[in-house]
């Protein structure tokens, strides 16, 4: 069974940072693409960022210029380091890894942002 392992959760002050991680199986991480997802009470799971295993980006509009994701490859990890943090990025945070075929998701993690 592939596990996805979260971490770096918790609650922070408006405007502040999270950095979160996401370690995947080896045989995972070197050939999926890599991503963050999120979902709020009431709405529905969305994109955050994702990265592929050639470090080619892409960002929802809501977090452009405040998120960052980024892998680290020799750790089989991937970061989202998340500034300037509002009350609406308030959710879980989910790391998935895709493919063509198949995709994996980890637990989740709760980031809360207080006004």
């Known amino acids: 069974q592939v596990q996805l392992v979260e971490s770096g959760g918790g609650l922070v002050q408006f405007g502040g940072s999270l950095r979160l991680s996401c370690l995947a199986p080896g045989s995972i991480f070197r050939r999926y693409r890599m991503g963050w997802y999120r979902q709020a009470p009431g709405k529905q799971r969305e994109l955050v960022a994702h990265?592929?295993?050639?470090?080619?980006?892409n960002y929802a509009d809501s977090v452009k210029g405040r998120f960052t994701i980024s892998r680290d490859n020799a750790k089989d990890t991937v970061y989202l380091q998340m500034n300037s943090l509002k009350p609406e990025d308030t959710a879980v945070y989910y790391c998935?890894?895709?493919?063509?075929?198949?995709?994996?998701w980890g637990q989740g993690t709760q980031v809360t942002v207080s006004s």
């Open positions: 998935r890894a895709d493919s063509l075929i198949r995709d994996y």
């Open positions: 990265i592929t295993s050639s470090g080619s980006t």
